[in-house]
């Protein structure tokens, strides 16, 4: 059953809430509904939806949502940009976070990263390549104040783009902010740059898994090799036949919810 306590969280399941499931984004709230929906018949779930605007911001956000409303130390489950965001979370407060499981996590270090967008545009045909990289340029026209039209639609082409074999490629988001993604990832790629994301993994004390799709434009080695650097521990997981979202995957979404359930028991 679906609950809305307040207006940052919405709960699934019954108490105690012991999982949370963070999105992606930063800025596009919705994408972990489903993972919500699925695991709900056996855990009480949050999914905290991010309204902040910049790194710091969300963490404190997401911290303030597992102490008030979780029964912690949780598992939290973060996917894309809710995966790095997870982890930061962990590392700064490590006391709230039992285990931690990143879903199709942006790469750690910033050489892993330059190829992403080149294999998103020649994956789509040309209209859309064409159309991905004209609403690219108009994200940085200052003269166009409303953006959220614009984000929202270049997140569905690049949805498509990260799929191997969707069953659908309607991600059930909410309300898209741009003005939070800018603010967010303005602060996030210089924590990668700079080698301070990666450093922060020495703080975490929990397990940490990751679970990857081989189609993933995000390179699965750019996750693996540097948390296996940072983590004790660490453990990582690659699914064949399967995209940037595993549970939307035809061939991939049964070993992917066999594989979380598992971690979660």
């Not at 741009?178 to 790629?189: E, H, L, S, T």
Request: contains cysteine; glycine residues 8%.
């Amino acid at each position: 059953m679906l609950k809305t306590p307040v207006k940052n969280l919405r709960t699934y399941g019954q108490k105690p809430f012991t999982v949370a499931v963070v999105h992606g984004g930063p800025g596009a709230p919705g994408h972990m509904i489903p993972v919500a929906r699925e695991l709900s018949s056996e855990w009480g779930v949050l999914e905290p939806l991010q309204t902040e605007t910049s790194v710091q911001g969300q963490i404190e956000e997401l911290k303030n949502v597992l102490e008030e409303k979780g029964d912690f130390p949780m598992t939290v489950i973060g996917f894309s940009w809710g995966a790095w965001l997870s982890y930061l979370c962990a590392a700064h407060y490590p006391a709230l976070v039992k285990k931690l499981i990143l879903i199709g996590s942006g790469p750690f270090k910033e050489k892993y990263a330059t190829a992403i967008q080149e294999i998103r545009l020649n994956r789509l045909s040309e209209d859309e390549k064409n159309e991905a990289l004209s609403l690219t340029e108009n994200l940085k026209d200052p003269a166009i104040r409303d953006k959220d039209a614009i984000f929202a639609r270049l997140g569905k082409l690049f949805t498509k783009a990260d799929a191997f074999d969707p069953s659908t490629l309607e991600t059930e988001d909410l309300e898209v902010r741009y003005r939070v993604y800018r603010g967010v990832w303005n602060d996030a790629a210089e924590l990668r740059r700079s080698g301070e994301l990666l450093k922060l993994g020495r703080r975490i004390r929990c397990p940490v898994v990751a679970i990857h799709g081989i189609y993933d434009p995000h390179p699965a080695e750019g996750v693996r090799k540097p948390l296996s650097a940072v983590l004790t521990g660490f453990r990582f997981m690659l699914l064949e036949n399967c995209g940037h979202m595993p549970w939307i995957e035809r061939q991939a979404r049964e070993e992917f919810y066999k594989i979380l359930k598992e971690e979660l028991c």
